[in-house]
C-alpha cells in the first residue's frame, strides 16, 4: 500500500476551511464536513466499545460496522460517490432479528447503562443517531446515497439490540425507567 500522507499537518485548514478527496475545499462547519464528522465519531465510539472484552461474534459485528462507516465517510468525502448499498442494510436487519430473537419483548424504556460495554453500545447508538441527522441535514440540500442514511437508521437499531445483549452478559440486567423514582 502507498504511503498517504507523509506529514500530518498542512496548514490548509488554518483559514477554517478543510478538503475533500476531489480537492474541493468546504468550510469546516459545512454541511456535508458536519455529516462527515458525525461519521467519524460514531466510528470512534464503535472503537470504544470494541476496546471492551467481547465475544469474537459481536466484536466481528462491530468491526463490519466500522468498515462500512468508513466507507459512509468516502462517499461524504467524494461527493456522486455510492459505496453502501442496499444488502449491507438488509444483512443489518439479519443480525438484529437474530440478537433481538432471544430478548424478551420491551415492557417499560430501558436506561443507557447496565455494565460499561452496554453503556458504550448506547453511546455508540446515540452517536450513530447523530451521524443520521446530520446526514439527512445534508440530504436537504445536496444529493445523498439513500442506502447510507437507511444504514445509518437500521445501524443505531442494530447498536440498541447489542446494548440489551451486553447488559445481560455474565448475569448483568437492564436497567429500566421509573416514572415516579
Known amino acids: 500500500m502507498a504511503k498517504r500522507l507523509t506529514r500530518i499537518y498542512t496548514r490548509t485548514g488554518d483559514d ?34 470494541r476496546a471492551q472484552p467481547l465475544d469474537a461474534a459481536i466484536d466481528q459485528i462491530l468491526e463490519t460496522m466500522q468498515h462500512r462507516l468508513f466507507d459512509l465517510g468516502g462517499e461524504l468525502a467524494m461527493p456522486g460517490t455510492e459505496l453502501l448499498k442496499q444488502d449491507q442494510t438488509t ?61 445509518l437508521n437500521r445501524l443505531s437499531d442494530l447498536l440498541f439490540v447489542l446494548a440489551r445483549v451486553l447488559a445481560r452478559k455474565d448475569g448483568g440486567v437492564e ?3 421509573q416514572k415516579d423514582l
Open 175 to 177: 436497567i429500566t425507567w
Open 16 to 49: 477554517g476551511t478543510t478538503g475533500l478527496a476531489g480537492g474541493e475545499r468546504l468550510p469546516k462547519d459545512h454541511l456535508r464536513i458536519e455529516a462527515i464528522g458525525a461519521v467519524d465519531e460514531l466510528n470512534s465510539t464503535i472503537g470504544l466499545l
Open 91 to 151: 444483512e443489518l436487519e439479519r443480525v438484529l432479528d437474530k440478537l433481538n430473537a432471544d430478548l424478551p419483548a420491551l415492557e417499560e424504556f430501558i436506561l443507557p447503562g447496565g455494565n460499561e460495554a452496554a453503556a458504550r453500545c448506547h453511546l455508540a447508538r446515540t452517536s450513530a443517531r447523530r451521524a443520521e441527522r446530520q446526514l439527512l441535514r445534508l440530504s436537504r440540500e445536496e444529493s445523498v446515497n439513500s442506502a447510507s442514511s437507511k444504514y
